[in-house]
């Protein structure tokens, strides 16, 4: 059974490229959500997508923007990168946007450097 | 603001000791709380939840404590290993205006480090 694949595993850009990263959800899930994860400290929210729309967002700009597509994969958008966005970004499967649990399945992240 | 975070940043101890990871939030109407491990180089994973209708909670080697009185919880880890050894986070779904489980809001992390 696959859990959730990301990829590209790491990454370069410089300051204001766009970079797409992608996702596999863990077989039997429909919900991806998305998390950037500074260098020590917590994973923070950026969107949650389910039945191919955007359901939740984080506090994140507009640069960020995301799809899922109908076999629940999905992407991450990020444009005109900032030093700022150099970070571990996480994607994260459920089943039905995650109703009844906090039971994630993180993938092992794709590592983005701005320079 | 309101927060979900951890007491202390790190934490060692030897093999074998019992571990116990602190957190403290704020919301008030917060009622589920989760615990997530992550090793180094690799994506969190789920440890064990609890709902506040309950003030404690077993999994397998770990029990974690609900103080609502005080918004604490803790994680406690029995007999700890060496493959223990990771960031512990506790998340919050409901804190942020999540509207559902996938939107976590996670604290720093206290980093376990257990030592053979």
Not at chain 2, 81 to 86: F, M, N, T
């Amino acid at each position: 059974d696959a859990g959730v694949t990301q990829s590209p595993t790491h990454l370069i850009k410089t300051r204001g490229q766009q970079v797409t990263l992608r996702c596999s959800p863990k077989s039997g899930h429909d919900t991806v959500s998305w998390y950037q994860q500074a260098l020590g400290q917590g994973p923070q929210f950026i969107f949650q997508y389910y039945e191919e729309e955007e359901r939740q967002r984080g506090n994140f700009p507009d640069r960020f923007s995301g799809h899922q597509f109908p076999n629940y994969s999905s992407e991450l958008n990020v444009n005109a990168l900032l030093l700022g966005d150099s970070a571990l970004y996480l994607c994260a499967s459920s089943f039905r946007a995650g109703g009844g649990t906090g039971e994630l399945f993180f993938g092992e992240g794709s590592r983005l450097t701005v320079l | 603001g309101e927060s979900v975070g951890l007491h202390l940043p790190t934490l060692s101890v030897q093999e074998g000791d019992n571990s116990i990871i602190n957190c403290a939030y704020s919301n008030s109407a917060s009622d589920y709380f989760i615990w997530y491990k992550q090793e180094s180089g690799k994506g969190p994973q789920f440890i064990i939840d609890i709902r506040s209708n309950m003030d404690k909670r077993q999994g397998q080697r770990v029990t974690v404590l609900l103080n609502k009185t005080v918004k604490h919880l803790s994680l406690q880890i029995a007999a700890t290993q060496p493959g223990d050894s990771a960031v512990y986070f506790c998340a919050d779904p409901l804190l942020g205006g999540g509207t559902s489980y996938g939107k976590l809001t996670f604290g720093q992390g206290t980093i376990l480090t257990v030592h053979p």
